[in-house]
């Protein structure tokens, strides 16, 4: 190569040096001018010593509604459907579904009748066994129930069979666990008896121990003795309930996690009914379970045995340190109504509810609540009169007087009228005003507001059901979450006025959805927390905590912010709570003021984030943390103020320690030399 190719070649080298450098630095300033287009907002909080306001301590807590099946076949742990054969109705021959036979019409022939020794519940199951040993199936002939969509059955566990027997013979029952086809025998137990031990109506019990694992089981009850066998209350219960009180461990454990202060009960809808005959009726949920008659509920179309009654509700709030709700039928359904003038006998029932709760172990209905195993009355402060009935005929004349009648008698106990009074004010009495609503997510998100403006005088506000709903939601959507958590902002920051919010509904049994978004999805043995459920756990520590006045700055139109101060552990933190409902990113600043640095500062504890790819991303049983908080070490240089990036569709928490500042020993100027 000559002298001038090189020179020529090496320039054009520098040239296409120099123009790549020229594009690299151009490419650069497009990057950072890209990352200061990210909007912008400063988020100023006072945490100065006695500048919080206290939140109540009831101001978060859960709404438990028979609803989905959400109580038998989810929360009731009791695995059989339609025990005592009552489902059917009244009249006989009657349909025993979910039960069916075990074996053909030449070998057992099934029917109901009247003959039960319980008088609440006088249906009962005769089975005639037309083979004997030599002709019937090796297995035997009789009954199976399936439950409610298969039985959980697990390796390893015990299971508790009861059931009342009668017969004219000598009888030789097995009693079973088998798998969903029926193919495989999970456990079983045989019960003996001769005719004059049976003869009249006695109860067995068993308990098994499975051998296998089978999530849709169902219990058998089989024979090969010729004859005639009677079978009413049937119960199998898994031995390990939430501290033996009947409970599905994991889904109460999914409750305990909200740390709920209040649980409103047992409805909804469910207490109303679509007709007062079908309303639910607490007198006929107390006393043994095999003297309950059931119900149907015609509001959400299903049979319950209402092993979940009266005295469990109030058992399960205090196992989950929740102060007890309970919402009680005025005399109204969705159908049919009560007059006032005959109003009466409703108030006494009322009344008797209350002292089964409250009152003495030798009164009336605290006699029953003790005949139960509880001498000690429960705590009730709260009661509803009814559910969404404030526009009907006669609600607030029915409301007067259940009014009078409770405050005379428990004047201590805060009384919940139907009637919104967040703008306008009520006119009637009342401790508590219901607010209840579902919507879209922009609705609620722009709901934020929603009690700015309401008046401070008067009742409190209970906002005891809320959702997004509707193609927002889906079944259970980060968009809907999003919408929620900026209106529970809005309540904490009303806490004030407002000193309860639950969601709604709360379960929903996968199969049988009533309702959609639900918080909390199950089958008999799995479940998941919906984006909702999830957001209800970001406001765990705020009931009682302070909430500090925090002030935002700059275009923050998509964005929703709070700070409340709380203790955990023994140690006192602040919680930046912040929703971008923006399809863009926030480079969020966060100006704590009002400590003495030479006293105090605050360092990063945990960031908290709720979020996915797409808003309208969903959990599953095949992924049920899809959309679920992801928790990191929150990085905080010292000495310098919180910054950090809100990504698009988010809801993020952020925890600071307060703690003492250290104390700078003065540095000497005097130097020495070794």
């Known amino acids: 190569m000559d002298t001038e190719s090189w020179k020529f070649l090496r320039s054009v080298c520098i040239l296409s040096f120099l123009l790549g450098s020229c594009f690299v630095y151009q490419s650069l300033r497009v990057v950072v001018a890209q990352e200061d287009t990210k909007p ?12 919080g306001r206290l939140i109540p301590e009831t101001l978060f807590g859960i709404f438990f509604e028979e609803i989905n099946h959400a109580g038998a076949g989810g929360l009731w742990a009791e695995l059989v459907s339609n025990r005592g054969f009552e489902a059917g109705g009244q009249n006989t021959p009657s349909n025993i579904w979910p039960w069916s036979i075990v074996g053909d019409q030449s070998s057992i022939y099934v029917a109901t009748d009247r003959s039960s020794c319980f008088e609440r519940n ?17 297995g035997g002939v009789g009954v199976y129930n399936p439950g409610y969509w298969g039985m959980n059955v697990e390796e390893g566990k015990k299971y508790k069979v009861a059931l009342y027997v009668r017969s004219t013979g000598d009888i030789d029952l097995s009693v079973s666990l088998s798998s969903s086809n029926g193919s495989l025998t999970l456990a079983s137990e045989k019960i003996i008896a001769s005719a004059s031990d049976v003869s009249k109506w006695t109860k067995k019990e068993v308990v098994l121990e499975a051998k296998g694992t089978d999530h849709g089981a169902k219990l058998q009850l089989t024979t090969t003795k010729k004859g005639s066998i009677w079978i009413d209350q049937v119960s199998a219960m898994p031995v390990d309930t939430y501290k033996g009180h009947g409970f599905r461990n994991d889904l109460y454990q999914m409750m305990a996690d909200i740390k709920p202060r209040f649980i409103r009960f047992p409805g909804g809808c469910f207490v109303e009914g679509e007709w007062l005959s079908n309303a639910f009726r607490w007198k ?22 209402d092993g979940l009654g009266h005295f469990e509700f109030f058992q399960l709030a205090e196992d989950i340190g929740a102060a007890p709700i309970w919402v009680f039928n005025n005399g109204i359904s969705h159908n049919d109504e009560v007059e006032t003038a005959t109003i009466m006998p409703f108030v006494q029932e009322a009344l008797d509810g209350i002292e089964f709760a409250r009152g003495d172990a030798n009164s009336t209905w605290g006699s029953v609540r003790a005949a139960m195993g509880r001498k000690e009355p429960f705590e009730l402060k709260y009661v509803a009169i009814g559910n969404e009935d404030c526009g009907k005929t006669y609600y607030r004349g029915n409301y007067i007087v259940f009014y009078d009648a409770i405050k005379k008698a428990y004047p201590d106990i805060k009384i919940i009228s139907n009637c919104d009074g967040s703008s306008r004010p009520l006119d009637h009495p009342a401790d508590y005003y219901d607010f209840h609503i579902y919507t879209s997510a922009s609705n609620l998100f722009s709901m934020y507001h929603q009690f700015d403006r309401t008046s401070r005088k008067g009742p409190k506000a209970f906002v005891s059901e809320y959702a997004v709903t509707g193609k927002d939601a889906g079944k259970g959507s980060l968009l809907a979450a999003l919408a929620e958590a900026a209106f529970l902002i809005g309540l904490e920051k009303n806490s004030d006025i407002v000193e309860m919010a639950s969601y709604a509904p709360l379960f929903v049994n996968t199969n049988d959805r009533r309702w959609n978004p639900d918080a909390i999805v199950f089958n008999s043995s799995h479940l998941y927390g919906t984006p909702s459920y999830w957001v209800q756990r970001f406001f765990a520590e705020s009931s009682g905590s302070a909430l500090l006045t925090s002030t935002l700055k700059g275009n923050s139109s998509s964005l929703v912010a709070s700070a409340i101060s709380f203790k955990s552990n023994g140690q006192d ?99 020495s030399t070794v």
Not at 40 to 51: E, F, I
Not at 122 to 138: E, Y
Not at 284 to 305: A, I, M, S
Not at 602 to 612: C, E, M, P
Request: hydrophobic share 40%; aromatic share 6%; proline share 7%.
């Open 40 to 51: 912008a907002v400063t988020l100023q909080v006072n945490a100065s010593n006695g500048a």
């Open 122 to 138: 006088k249906i009962a199951l005769r089975m005639d066994v037309l083979c004997d040993s030599n002709g019937c199936p090796a």
């Open 284 to 305: 006929e949920t107390v006393g043994p379970w095999e003297e309950r008659p059931g119900h149907f509920g015609d509001v959400w179309k299903y049979w319950t045995d």
């Open 573 to 671: 933190y602040i919680r930046i709570k912040a929703v971008n409902f923006g399809a863009t990113s926030v480079n969020l600043k966060v100006l704590v003021t009002g400590l003495d640095p030479n006293v105090m500062k605050v360092s990063g504890s945990k960031k908290t984030v709720l979020t996915s790819t797409n808003v309208m991303d969903e959990n599953s049983f095949a992924q049920p943390e899809k959309v679920a908080p992801h928790e990191s070490l929150l990085e905080m240089a010292a000495e310098e103020d919180l910054t950090v990036v809100l990504p698009p569709h988010s809801f993020s928490s952020f925890d600071l320690l307060k703690e003492p500042a250290k104390i700078r020993m003065p540095v000497s100027d005097s130097s």
